[in-house]
T-cell receptor, first 114, second 115 residues
Framework: DVKVTQSSRYLVKRTGEKVFLECVQD?????MFWYRQDPGLGLRLIYF???????EKGDIPEGYSVSREKKERFSLILESASTNQTSMYLC?????????????FGSGTQLSVL | RKEVEQDPGPFNVPEGATVAFNCTYS??????FFWYRQDCRKEPKLLMS???SGNEDGRFTAQLNRASQYISLLIRDSKLSDSATYLC????????????????FGQGTILTVHP
């Protein structure tokens, strides 16, 4: 089974801190994604990457950056955390080039910014 | 208009009931369609893909209506274990190649099945 591992289940940070969320997948997937999930808004795509060192903005990239130095690892960076970035963050991966690609999600990181 | 819209519910049904969810999408050139299921405090997982001709997996039936731009999920003989949030997911038209794999999620429909 594909495993997508997020480094922390719960994280509490202060406004202005730099925050790193790490995600690792073990199935050699090309595509990796970062979503945030908020009540009433569903999952919204922040950034995605279809190859090492490649990244594309999703629907809500403001305030975030990403890094993909190795195929298995995709990091989400909050340069200066703000309270409106309090959310559940979900990492996912999928195989490139399949018509009905299946997303595999990590278990999520609940980030609270105080 | 949102790219993918669902009735958030909640739907509260007794065991054994049949329940249906609809979802509309705005991009007429959308290519692929899915239903994901998310249990409380868990990550989403693929329930089923939705094919043009409609498809069935046990008690679950998915339909696609391209003309009206909606997809549906029918659950027959509901079980307590079907209680979850059901997410409608659409892959928009891929014009540039690099956005392959990008999926857009609806906000989810909450289902509670009670004894």
């Amino acid at each position: 089974d594909v495993k997508v591992t997020q480094s922390s289940r719960y994280l509490v940070k202060r406004t202005g801190e730099k925050v790193f969320l790490e995600c690792v997948q073990d199935m050699d997937h090309e595509n990796m994604f970062w979503y945030r999930q908020d009540p009433g808004l569903g999952l919204r795509l922040i950034y995605f990457s279809y190859d090492v060192k490649m990244k594309e903005k999703g629907d809500i990239p403001e305030g975030y950056s990403v890094s993909r130095e190795k195929k298995e690892r995709f990091s989400l960076i909050l340069e200066s955390a703000s309270t409106n970035q309090t959310s559940m963050y979900l990492c996912a991966s999928s195989l490139f080039g399949t018509a009905n690609e299946k997303l595999f999600f990590g278990s999520g990181t609940q980030l609270s910014v105080l | 208009r949102k790219e993918v819209e669902q009735d958030p519910g909640p739907f509260n049904v007794p065991e054994g009931a049949t329940v249906a969810f609809n979802c509309t999408y705005s991009n007429s050139a959308s290519q692929s369609f899915f239903w994901y299921r998310q249990d409380c405090r868990k990550e989403p997982k693929l329930l089923m893909s939705v094919y043009s001709s409609g498809n069935e997996d046990g008690r679950f039936t998915a339909q696609l209506n391209r003309a009206s731009q909606y997809i549906s999920l029918l659950i027959r003989d509901s079980k307590l274990s079907d209680s979850a949030t059901y997410l409608c997911v659409v892959r928009p038209y891929n014009a540039g190649g690099t956005s392959y794999g990008k999926l857009t999620f609806g906000q989810g429909t909450i289902l509670t099945v009670h004894p």
